[in-house]
């Protein structure tokens, strides 16, 4: 094998890292890959975007992204995770973390313990069948068994045993007569 000049060597050593502006993104294959920008009239296409286990996300057009050829080998790229600096989801305090979408929904963890969840249109938890939903106009829970509950502004009602109690401005509406007592316990 022949011995490398200094040039050549230093343009083998240029290319093993090079910074992109990615195009466009695909998520429907194994891994996500992206048409990249990466020299004055370069364009490499479908280069395969490193993301870590258990976090995905797909960027907007125009992000930036660190590309590494894997063996020095230019036609054998990888992308690091793309980045998007213009809707970046900034001052973080020390020791926080958050997830976020270009539309300003996100999970912020804050450094005391704080959730802090935003949703520019809603909510929605599922364990197992038991679902809860938040949406702008209310709040609503339905149980496994069908129980559920539900408030809005100026009203609630809480469902369950085809029984119902419902509050609201008007008044309180049951479904049987009231027993009065003490408060009941957790499991009723």
Partial sequence: MAELTDREAAHVLRGLIARGVVRVTRD???TQTA???VWKSVTREKVEVAQPF???SRPPANGVALLLAVGGDQGDLVMLPISSPGVRLGNLGEGEAALYAVD??????????TIEILATKGVRVV???????????????????GSRFAAG???????AGGH?????SAGVTVSVPPEVGQEPGAGI
């Avoid at 999970?107 to 313990?113: E, I, W």
């Avoid at 502004?153 to 469902?159: E, F, I, M, N, T």
């Avoid at 119902?164 to 609201?168: I, L, N, T, W």
């Fill in 127 to 145: 364990v197992e069948d038991n679902v809860l939903d938040v949406q702008p106009g209310y709040i609503r829970g339905r149980m496994k068994d």
């Fill in 54 to 56: 258990g976090l995905a």
């Fill in 28 to 30: 429907d294959g194994e």
């Fill in 104 to 113: 300003g929904t996100r999970v912020h963890v804050k450094a005391d313990g």
């Fill in 153 to 159: 502004p100026g009203w609630s009602k809480l469902a």
């Fill in 164 to 168: 119902f109690v419902a509050a609201s």
């Fill in 35 to 37: 048409d990249v920008d």
